[in-house]
């Protein structure tokens, strides 16, 4: 009963309470009066917010006028967990842009909390608004609260309805009072600009009736010819000056288009454009000749403007013509002038420039374009860079830069690049032109061909360079002494050759101290000679350096005549020391020559003088043995020992013939001169080297003729050459194995009873190059050779009055032949 | 004489091929002195042609000869199979021969001239080697 009682007396509370709510939310229209939109929206939340115990309430109005929508939120300060962005969040997931279609009831979870949120539409069709209530009732929303929010939606409608009504109310009154303050101030405006235009209009009248006075005596007075013409371009009035000039009535002058008044070469063009500006209204503005009162063509400019009223309707012309005869004369002489000066640019023969004082290039003349073959655009500016050659470009460009800050550009020298390509020397001039202040205003340069002089200049200096070099090489030097003051020019490789030092004078005393003591008269004598008028100097002296080595040195030197006729003498000093040791190294090597050749081929004979030698002692010793072998037998072959004991005799004497032979060849004896049959001095120099032949498989061929006269010489020297001869020819076949190793020696009686022996080889023969050389002192195509047999041997029999020569085979190998004078008066008596 | 001498073998024959004629001429009858039987042949070719390769017991033979050289025919006789015990003799006093052909077998070298002593000496070294 109590509890019934209680919830009694509770439901009547909460109705109280929703009685005074309702009253309240009734009375908030009247409260709103004159309120803003948003004013309205706030207090209607802040109303159900505490009213409803909610956790937050949210609005969103529409503007009718489509403005912005007027949102606002409002949470409760108890409800601490809720953060306005994530309710905005929520909301926007809910809901979408169209609250219309947002449901009615939501739960959602904010933070920890569970929220129930409600939203109750404003208008018919909630197009008005929207308003959401939220809280974490669980029984929200109650029965009580559901009816609030929606009265306090019908509330809100009709409040904002007035409010917007007020607005626009307001808007409309002040927008005509705007109006008519400003139409207000038009008209003041207008009426002012009428006043002022009266004054002025005045004003104008009383201008224009003294500007006409004016006017008429400007027209009088102007040096210039003036008239007037109709629309139609008839000439109508004229100043007195215009009759006066031409010296024609104005009746005349309005035919001027059919007169001589203006030149008849003009009158074409004056027509033309005079008719153009009538047809069309447009101003004329043209130079043309007119025909002065005597005769006298001067230059005028004419000029006409046409009148216009004020429906711009052409009223008439007025023309004046100026007198430019002066100008126009100056013009043309500047014209022909500027013509020739450009001519003058473009023709000289060098390439010629301006630049700004930047250095930026304006101008450059035809030759230039033409040689460069750049066209006028891209050689401005810095284009003309591309005509250098790359090498030269870099310090052209650094002197030029140098230039532009000092105001002066030393000569370069460059070398441009022709239209075709080849490159050519020029020298770069430029001349800054300054104003009065001293400021420069203008470069003009040149560039001039150079590029023969550049050639020569080089030929000159690679000719001098050669001259020093070959001074060098040929290690001579050139002097000059002047005889009346023993003055003594040395050049470069003389103080060098003398060991001189360059900073004193050079001296007759100081060549002297130089002098090997040994020639020190030859010296004197030399200078005696100069000094007594001996024109042609040519002698050798020696040096004795500083440190003891010894210079030979050839002067060539001739007498001759300075400008002023004062003798001196000139010559070159040339050092031959290396020549004359090499020579005398050469003499001494010639002088040990004959020694070397005797040791040398008595070195290759010994072997097979020694095989020669004991053939026969082994014979006379096997012999020997065998004879006393059997004297001592029982009974003792007395026969036989005697025939053992003569073939003993004979190898002895054979082998006393070897050693005379021998003896011969080791003597002293320069030579010996005796009737040699050549035959038998070449069977016994066979015989010395069969063996040896024989080994290297050598077939002999041997053929003696008959008839040979007996020569008068050296019979050892001769068998020498035979000798070697042999030697050759077998050497010459020892590499030969594809032919017969076929050497033929054979001796023949030539003309004029001249004996001739030959050797014939199938030998490798003879390089037809080395013909020459064939018989020089070391020359030798063999390994271990010296080079020295055939030149001995040529030697020899040379000393016999007799020739040694060589010839190639027809076939394979070489034939050397020697021949050589009989004997005088001697018979022949080879046999 | 005859007695201070070992005794021989008459019936041995000994070869000598040299082109030498005074050889050919002295060292036969040297050799018959010794009791031995000898031939003599002028060049190595000829030696080759004989009929007496086969019952050579001994050969002297000279080093340098036209033609097929004394070690040339020394290897022949090698490559035929025909082990007949040599004595080279030179009248070339070249040291580089004697090793060269000892080397290949042959019982002595000697240089010419050479004693009756010194060929005996070898014969006997080249029979006995026999």
Same mark, same amino acid.
């Given at each position: 009963?109590?509890?019934?009682?209680?919830?009694?007396?509770?439901?009547?509370?909460?109705?109280?309470?929703?009685?005074?709510?309702?009253?309240?939310?009734?009375?908030?229209?009247?409260?709103?009066?004159?309120?803003?939109?948003?004013?309205?929206?706030?207090?209607?939340?802040?109303?159900?917010?505490?009213?409803?115990?909610?956790?937050?309430?949210?609005?969103?109005?529409?503007?009718?006028?489509?403005?912005?929508?007027?949102?606002?939120?409002?949470?409760?300060?108890?409800?601490?967990?809720?953060?306005?962005?994530?309710?905005?969040?929520?909301?926007?997931?809910?809901?979408?842009?169209?609250?219309?279609?947002?449901?009615?009831?939501?739960?959602?979870?904010?933070?920890?909390?569970?929220?129930?949120?409600?939203?109750?539409?404003?208008?018919?069709?909630?197009?008005?608004?929207?308003?959401?209530?939220?809280?974490?009732?669980?029984?929200?929303? !109650?029965? /009580?609260? #559901?009816? +609030?929010?929606?009265? &306090?939606?019908?509330? $809100? *409608?009709?409040?904002?309805?007035?409010? =917007?009504?007020?607005?626009?109310?307001?808007?409309?009154?002040?927008?005509?009072?705007?109006?008519?303050?400003?139409?207000?101030?038009?008209?003041?405006?207008?009426?002012?600009?009428?006043?002022?235009?009266?004054?002025?209009?005045?004003?104008?009248?009383?201008?224009?009736?003294?500007?006409?006075?004016?006017?008429?005596?400007?027209?009088?007075?102007?040096?210039?010819?003036?008239?007037?013409?109709?629309?139609?371009?008839?000439?109508?009035?004229?100043?007195?000056?215009?009759?006066?000039?031409? !010296?024609? /009535?104005? #009746?005349? +002058?309005?035919?001027? &288009?059919?007169?001589? $008044? *203006?030149?008849?070469?003009?009158?074409? =063009?004056?027509?033309?454009?005079?008719?153009?500006?009538?047809?069309?209204?447009?101003?004329?503005?043209?130079?043309?000749?007119?025909?002065?009162?005597?005769?006298?063509?001067?230059?005028?400019?004419?000029?006409?403007?046409?009148?216009?009223?004020?429906?711009?309707?052409?009223?008439?012309?007025?023309?004046?013509?100026?007198?430019?005869?002066?100008?126009?004369?100056?013009?043309?002489?500047?014209?022909?002038?500027?013509?020739?000066?450009?001519?003058?640019?473009?023709?000289?023969?060098?390439?010629?420039?301006?630049?700004?004082?930047?250095?930026?290039?304006?101008?450059?003349?035809?030759?230039?374009?033409?040689?460069?073959?750049?066209?006028?655009?891209?050689?401005?500016?810095?284009?003309?860079?591309?005509?250098?050659?790359?090498?030269?470009?870099?310090?052209?460009?650094?002197?030029?830069?140098?230039?532009?800050?000092?105001?002066?550009?030393?000569?370069?020298?460059?070398?441009?690049?022709?239209?075709?390509?080849?490159?050519?020397?020029?020298?770069?001039?430029?001349?800054?032109?300054?104003?009065?202040?001293?400021?420069?205003?203008?470069?003009?340069?040149?560039?001039?061909?150079?590029?023969?002089?550049?050639?020569?200049?080089?030929?000159?200096?690679?000719?001098?360079?050669?001259?020093?070099?070959?001074?060098?090489?040929?290690?001579?030097?050139?002097?000059?002494?002047?005889?009346?003051?023993?003055?003594?020019?040395?050049?470069?490789?003389?103080?060098?050759?003398?060991?001189?030092?360059?900073?004193?004078?050079?001296?007759?005393?100081?060549?002297?101290?130089?002098?090997?003591?040994?020639?020190?008269?030859?010296?004197?004598?030399?200078?005696?000679?100069?000094?007594?008028?001996?024109?042609?100097?040519?002698?050798?002296?020696?040096?004795?350096?500083?440190?003891?080595?010894?210079?030979?040195?050839?002067?060539?030197?001739?007498?001759?005549?300075?400008?002023?006729?004062?003798?001196?003498?000139?010559?070159?000093?040339?050092?031959?020391?290396?020549?004359?040791?090499?020579?005398?190294?050469?003499?001494?090597?010639?002088?040990?020559?004959?020694?070397?050749?005797?040791?040398?081929?008595?070195?290759?004979?010994?072997?097979?003088?020694?095989?020669?030698?004991?053939?026969?002692?082994?014979?006379?010793?096997?012999?020997?043995?065998?004879?006393?072998?059997?004297?001592?037998?029982?009974?003792?072959?007395?026969?036989?020992?005697?025939?053992?004991?003569?073939?003993?005799?004979?190898?002895?004497?054979?082998?006393?013939?070897?050693?005379?032979?021998?003896?011969?060849?080791?003597?002293?004896?320069?030579?010996?001169?005796?009737?040699?049959?050549?035959?038998?001095?070449?069977?016994?120099?066979?015989?010395?080297?069969?063996?040896?032949?024989?080994?290297?498989?050598?077939?002999?061929?041997?053929?003696?003729?008959?008839?040979?006269?007996?020569?008068?010489?050296?019979?050892?020297?001769?068998?020498?050459?035979?000798?070697?001869?042999?030697?050759?020819?077998?050497?010459?076949?020892?590499?030969?194995?594809?032919?017969?190793?076929?050497?033929?020696?054979?001796?023949?009686?030539?003309?004029?009873?001249?004996?001739?022996?030959?050797?014939?080889?199938?030998?490798?023969?003879?390089?037809?190059?080395?013909?020459?050389?064939?018989?020089?002192?070391?020359?030798?195509?063999?390994?271990?050779?010296?080079?020295?047999?055939?030149?001995?041997?040529?030697?020899?029999?040379?000393?016999?009055?007799?020739?040694?020569?060589?010839?190639?085979?027809?076939?394979?190998?070489?034939?050397?032949?020697?021949?050589?004078?009989?004997?005088?008066?001697?018979?022949?008596?080879?046999? | 004489?005859?007695?201070?001498?070992?005794?021989?073998?008459?019936?041995?024959?000994?070869?000598?091929?040299?082109?030498?004629?005074?050889?050919?001429?002295?060292?036969?009858?040297?050799?018959?002195?010794?009791?031995?039987?000898?031939?003599?042949?002028?060049?190595?070719?000829?030696?080759?042609?004989?009929?007496?390769?086969?019952?050579?017991?001994?050969?002297?033979?000279?080093?340098?000869?036209?033609?097929?050289?004394?070690?040339?025919?020394?290897?022949?006789?090698?490559?035929?199979?025909?082990?007949?015990?040599?004595?080279?003799?030179?009248?070339?006093?070249?040291?580089?021969?004697?090793?060269?052909?000892?080397?290949?077998?042959?019982?002595?070298?000697?240089?010419?001239?050479?004693?009756?002593?010194?060929?005996?000496?070898?014969?006997?070294?080249?029979?006995?080697?026999?």
């Amino acid at each position: 009963m109590d509890v019934r009682q209680e919830d009694t007396s509770g439901e009547i509370k909460h109705l109280k309470r929703c009685l005074n709510d309702l009253v309240s939310l009734l009375a908030l229209p009247a409260m709103w009066s004159g309120s803003q939109p948003s004013q309205i929206v706030h207090t209607l939340l802040d109303a159900l917010l505490g009213m409803l115990c909610l956790d937050l309430v949210y609005a969103r109005f529409e503007d009718p006028a489509g403005g912005e929508p007027i949102k606002v939120l409002k949470i409760a300060p108890s409800a601490t967990w809720i953060l306005p962005d994530e309710i905005h969040k929520t909301l926007n997931q809910w809901s979408g842009d169209d609250p219309q279609k947002w449901p009615s009831l939501l739960r959602a979870s904010i933070g920890d909390e569970d929220i129930s949120m409600v939203s109750q539409r404003c208008g018919l069709h909630g197009e008005i608004g929207v308003i959401v209530a939220g809280s974490d009732r669980a029984d929200f929303p !109650g029965q /009580t609260e #559901t009816l +609030l929010l929606s009265v &306090a939606a019908n509330e $809100a *409608v009709i409040g904002l309805h007035e409010a =917007r009504l007020l607005l626009e109310q307001k808007r409309v009154a002040s927008e005509l009072d705007r109006r008519v303050a400003q139409r207000t101030a038009e008209l003041a405006a207008i009426n002012d600009e009428l006043r002022k235009e009266i004054a002025e209009r005045h004003r104008a009248e009383e201008a224009l009736l003294e500007s006409e006075l004016n006017s008429r005596l400007i027209l009088h007075s102007i040096p210039g010819l003036v008239c007037t013409m109709s629309p139609a371009g008839e000439v109508d009035r004229f100043n007195p000056q215009i009759l006066e000039y031409f !010296g024609k /009535t104005s #009746t005349e +002058l309005k035919g001027w &288009a059919i007169s001589d $008044a *203006v030149h008849p070469d003009d009158l074409p =063009r004056v027509v033309a454009a005079f008719t153009h500006s009538i047809t069309t209204g447009t101003p004329y503005d043209i130079e043309h000749r007119c025909r002065r009162a005597d005769g006298v063509y001067r230059w005028f400019q004419a000029r006409a403007l046409p009148v216009r009223d004020t429906a711009d309707r052409i009223t008439g012309w007025y023309v004046l013509l100026t007198d430019i005869d002066d100008r126009k004369r100056a013009e043309d002489a500047i014209r022909a002038s500027e013509c020739d000066l450009s001519s003058i640019i473009n023709t000289i023969p060098m390439l010629a420039w301006s630049a700004r004082p930047d250095g930026f290039c304006d101008f450059l003349n035809q030759r230039w374009l033409d040689f460069t073959g750049l066209s006028a655009e891209q050689a401005r500016g810095s284009g003309w860079g591309a005509a250098i050659h790359p090498d030269d470009a870099k310090s052209l460009l650094d002197s030029w830069q140098m230039a532009l800050v000092t105001g002066q550009l030393a000569d370069v020298e460059v070398r441009m690049r022709r239209f075709d390509g080849e490159y050519r020397w020029f020298l770069l001039r430029a001349s800054p032109l300054r104003d009065e202040l001293g400021k420069i205003v203008k470069w003009y340069g040149t560039n001039t061909d150079i590029d023969d002089r550049k050639r020569a200049e080089e030929e000159l200096q690679r000719s001098e360079a050669f001259l020093a070099e070959g001074e060098r090489l040929s290690v001579g030097g050139s002097f000059l002494w002047r005889l009346e003051t023993d003055e003594i020019t040395f050049s470069e490789q003389l103080y060098r050759t003398f060991e001189f030092d360059r900073d004193s004078p050079v001296t007759l005393e100081r060549i002297g101290s130089r002098v090997h003591s040994e020639d020190i008269p030859l010296l004197t004598d030399t200078i005696e000679a100069a000094r007594s008028g001996n024109t042609v100097l040519n002698y050798e002296i020696r040096l004795r350096m500083p440190n003891g080595s010894v210079k030979y040195l050839r002067t060539i030197a001739h007498g001759t005549r300075d400008r002023d006729g004062r003798p001196e003498i000139i010559g070159v000093i040339q050092d031959v020391t290396e020549r004359r040791l090499a020579e005398e190294a050469l003499s001494q090597a010639r002088s040990d020559l004959a020694h070397v050749t005797r040791v040398t081929s008595l070195g290759v004979l010994t072997a097979s003088i020694a095989h020669e030698v004991n053939q026969p002692l082994s014979g006379i010793i096997t012999n020997a043995g065998t004879c006393l072998r059997m004297l001592a037998a029982d009974p003792p072959n007395i026969e036989g020992a005697r025939e053992t004991a003569k073939r003993t005799i004979r190898d002895g004497n054979r082998a006393s013939e070897l050693v005379t032979r021998l003896r011969a060849l080791f003597s002293k004896k320069e030579s010996t001169t005796e009737p040699v049959d050549l035959n038998e001095a070449t069977q016994e120099v066979i015989a010395l080297s069969l063996s040896e032949l024989r080994r290297n498989r050598v077939i002999l061929r041997p053929e003696f003729a008959d008839d040979l006269p007996v020569v008068t010489g050296d019979r050892v020297q001769l068998q020498q050459v035979i000798l070697n001869l042999l030697k050759n020819a077998s050497d010459a076949m020892s590499a030969v194995n594809d032919r017969p190793r076929q050497l033929q020696i054979r001796t023949e009686r030539g003309t004029d009873n001249q004996v001739r022996l030959i050797v014939q080889d199938a030998g490798v023969g003879l390089d037809p190059q080395a013909m020459d050389r064939l018989f020089q002192a070391f020359y030798t195509t063999k390994n271990d050779g010296m080079g020295i047999g055939l030149s001995v041997s040529r030697s020899i029999i040379e000393r016999h009055h007799g020739r040694l020569w060589a010839e190639p085979n027809d076939g394979p190998g070489a034939t050397f032949s020697f021949s050589i004078p009989p004997r005088q008066g001697g018979a022949s008596d080879a046999g | 004489m005859r007695d201070e001498e070992p005794r021989m073998i008459p019936s041995s024959l000994v070869s000598v091929v040299d082109d030498d004629e005074s050889v050919r001429e002295s060292l036969p009858d040297l050799l018959r002195e010794f009791g031995f039987t000898a031939r003599s042949f002028s060049s190595a070719e000829e030696f080759l042609a004989s009929e007496y390769v086969g019952q050579t017991n001994c050969l002297i033979l000279d080093v340098g000869m036209p033609g097929m050289s004394g070690p040339e025919l020394q290897r022949e006789l090698k490559l035929r199979g025909q082990h007949i015990p040599i004595v080279f003799i030179t009248a070339n006093r070249d040291e580089a021969v004697r090793p060269r052909v000892l080397a290949q077998g042959a019982v002595a070298c000697l240089f010419k001239p050479f004693s009756d002593t010194a060929l005996l000496e070898a014969l006997n070294t080249a029979l006995q080697v026999n």
